[in-house]
């Protein structure tokens, strides 16, 4: 497994400002994904953080509303820009962590605690 | 295109007894990979249990143990002997093991309800 730092835990913001949210791994981790979870909601995947390139994006999330930086294999940041009271939800940093002899699919992900943002 | 339901919304238990949470999925990737989180009030997520899609045998963690029906599409959580502190919003999650690159999809949830 890996542990997961993610900052801020919580916070604030006025409308029409941008925060940024880090997520620090205490390992190398190929895979490492950004989530939202708005209120009473299931999780819905954000991007896929890409080491070194551009993140790749769902449906219906962009890169100017939420730009991600992966600038190594430990770290990545997701900024969400221009806040609106819509954008107030929990963001989860994701890992998985890829074992010898593992396969796409059964590597279970693992989560940082989440930062809980309200946008006033 | 991966899904992946859960109809109950929440669920009741008693304390001490057994308790299934449904999860159906949908995939037309042969390998893939079921999983199920908890997340408890105070929000972490929690992974509980893993299902491969070419297991022959249903998975087991302690309490928890996963009742795979391939054939219905269907991986259902079984929590035996609940406690109070399961009192928690249960996810199904499921990865396709073709060329996904490790995206994983969440079902909506189902808030489990432990009585004393």
């Known amino acids: 497994s890996a542990v997961i730092s993610q900052k801020p835990s919580r916070d604030i913001c006025q409308r029409g400002t941008s925060l940024t949210i880090q997520c620090q791994v205490d390992?190398?981790?190929?895979?490492m994904f950004w989530y939202r979870q708005q209120p009473g909601q299931s999780l819905t995947l954000i991007a896929t953080?890409?080491?070194?390139?551009?993140?790749?994006?769902e449906s219906g999330f962009v890169i100017d509303k939420f730009p991600i930086s992966r600038p190594n294999l430990t770290f990545s940041t997701l900024t969400v820009s221009n806040m609106s009271p819509e954008d107030s939800s929990i963001y989860l940093c994701?890992?998985?962590?890829?074992?010898?002899?593992?396969?796409?699919?059964?590597?279970?992900?693992?989560f940082g605690d989440g930062t809980r943002l309200s946008i006033l | 295109a991966q899904k992946i339901t859960q109809t109950q919304p929440g669920m009741f238990v008693q304390e001490k007894e057994a308790v299934t949470l449904d999860c159906t999925y949908d995939?037309?990737?042969?390998?893939?990979?079921l999983f199920w989180y908890k997340q408890p009030s105070s929000g972490e997520m929690i992974f509980l249990i893993y299902?491969?899609?070419?297991?022959?045998q249903n998975a087991t963690e302690g309490r928890y143990s996963l009742n795979f029906q391939k054939a219905r599409k269907s991986a259902n959580l079984v929590i035996s002997a609940s406690q109070l502190g399961d009192s928690a919003m249960y996810f199904c999650?499921?990865?396709?093991?073709?060329?996904?690159?490790?995206?994983?999809?969440f079902g909506a949830g189902t808030r489990l309800f432990v009585k004393a």
């Open positions: 953080a890409n080491q070194g390139s551009e993140a790749t994006y």
């Open positions: 994701s890992v998985v962590v890829r074992d010898a002899g593992s396969t796409n699919s059964n590597q279970p992900q693992h």
């Open positions: 390992s190398q981790v190929t895979m």
């Open positions: 999650a499921m990865r396709e093991g073709g060329t996904g690159g490790f995206k994983t999809i």
């Open positions: 299902q491969g899609s070419y297991d022959q």
């Open positions: 995939t037309s990737d042969p390998s893939y990979g």
